[in-house]
Each structure stands twice: as C-alpha cells, then as structure tokens.
C-alpha cells in the first residue's frame, strides 16, 4: 500500500482565463513533436499514433487512459507527445485531461497556471467550458486536474465521471487522459474501466517485465481495454534527423 503525506491547505484556483494557453509557446525539451519534430523520438510518436488511428478504422471518437505500472515512466510526457502527434492530422481535435489527482504535472509541462480543472467539473464547482484551455498548439486543448480532492476515487469513480467524458467525445476527436501509476494507486484502472482504450507506458530497462504482465492482466480484467505499450527511454539511431539533412 502506498502512503501518500497530507498536503496543506491549498490557494483557491480560479477559472482558466480565455486564451491565456494560447499565447504561452509550447518549449519543453521533453516535448520532440514540438522540440525536434523531425527527429526519430517524434517519428517513433507518429508510429504509436498511426497505430492508434489504425485500431480506430471508423474515425469515431476516442477515449485513452495512458497509465504506467509504477512512477517515473514518462506517461505524463507520453500523453503530451502523443496529443501534439494526433493533432498533426487534418481534422483533429485533441484534448489532454490531467487525470492525475494526487500528484499533477500537464500544466507544469505545458508551462501553464494551475486553473480550476477535472476535479472541480466533478464536483459541481466549475463548467466544463470553463475547465478547458486550447494551447499555443493548433489542435490540442487542456484540461488540468483543478482543485485536488482529499478522496480522488469517489470523485473518478462518479457517474458524473462516465457524462463528462461523453461530453468531451462530442467535442473532441480524441480524449487522452493522464492517470497515475497503476500498481500503487487504483485510479487507472477506474477510468479505464469508463474509457475506449489504454495504453500502458513501459521505460525500456527500468520497469520489471512482471510488473509489466500484473499491470496489464489487472486492467483487463477490470474491464479496461489494453491497446497496447508505449516504450520510452529506447536509444535508437536518430536516422530520421539523418534524412532531413539530406532531403
């Protein structure tokens, strides 16, 4: 069981301001779609992404949780890459939900203030067109995790939980949604219960490979819908960098 330390009192969030996201550049280093959009980590995004638009043959909206089996596997980095990945396609609305609500970072990554979010929309506090930022870039909007909650899973777990993410298929082509690791805390495997699909972010070389199999055999059989992994942490001849040059 983990044990997490009470946090002090939080400051109040506010409202996200209109197009305050807008005007704030997408920099991160972490962020190769954006970074280095030719390099081979941002083509190795495009693959993951042209496999999720291929299991997908009737272009419906999608929910997709992506989680990991323990912390530090770059699931945050992931969902962010993947995001900016579906968005290069004509037509796609791409919205980033911060799922996370014990130890949120989409808007650090994003270098946003913390705003009103997922947490206070189930809660009743705050609209849902008021919890959602569209960014600097063309195609993504987020949804950070608001106000966190002393007891995320009776929050997640809602019925108002299943509505929300109905609403947001209506408006967005996909919906990927930031969770915690898997193996210590439930919430994964909650909303992947309620979601059209999961992918399970694996750091090549750290995370132990029956790990890996206890993660994806407890989603499944909570009812979620294992799409696949997405491997970080790969060290690969960056040969796309290669043939930008010579293009």
């Given at each position: ?9 939080q400051?109040?969030?506010q ?7 807008r ?7 972490e962020?190769?779609?954006?970074r ?19 299991l997908n043959p ?13 912390s530090?596997?770059?699931k ?7 995001a ?6 004509p ?7 911060d ?16 705003r ?5 929309v ?12 569209a ?5 993504v ?20 939980m299943?509505?929300?993410l109905n609403?947001?298929k ?5 919906v ?8 210590t ?7 992947g219960?309620m979601a059209?699909?999961?992918l ?5 070389g750290?995370?132990p ?8 055999n ?12 997405c ?5 690969v001849?960056?040969t ?8």
């Open positions: 069981m983990a044990l997490f330390r009470k946090s002090g009192p400051e109040p969030l409202p996200a301001k209109p197009d305050e996201a005007n704030r550049p997408v920099r991160r280093e962020l190769a779609m954006v280095e959009p030719r390099g081979q980590i941002a083509e190795q995004f495009r693959a993951l992404r042209n496999s999720v638009v291929a009737d272009g419906a909206s999608r929910t997709v949780v992506l989680t990991s089996a323990v530090g596997e770059g945050t980095v992931a969902t962010l890459n993947l900016l990945a579906l968005a290069e396609l037509g796609n609305q791409v919205l980033v939900v799922a996370d609500l014990h130890h949120p970072a989409i808007e650090e990554y994003l270098e946003l203030p913390r009103q979010g997922l947490a206070d189930l809660a009743g506090t705050c609209a849902l067109d008021a919890s959602i930022r960014t600097s870039a063309e195609g909007s987020v949804m950070g995790a608001g106000t966190l909650p002393e007891n995320p899973t009776r929050l997640l777990g809602s019925d108002r299943k509505v929300v609403q947001l209506q408006r967005f082509s996909y990927l949604i930031d969770t915690p690791e898997a193996m805390i439930s919430d994964a495997s909650l909303i219960g059209d699909g999961i399970l972010v694996v750091r090549l750290s995370t490979r029956h790990y890996v199999e206890q993660t994806h407890t989603l499944e059989a909570l009812g979620g819908n294992v799409l696949g992994t491997l970080t942490g790969a060290t001849e960056d796309a960098r290669n043939y930008a040059r010579r293009s």
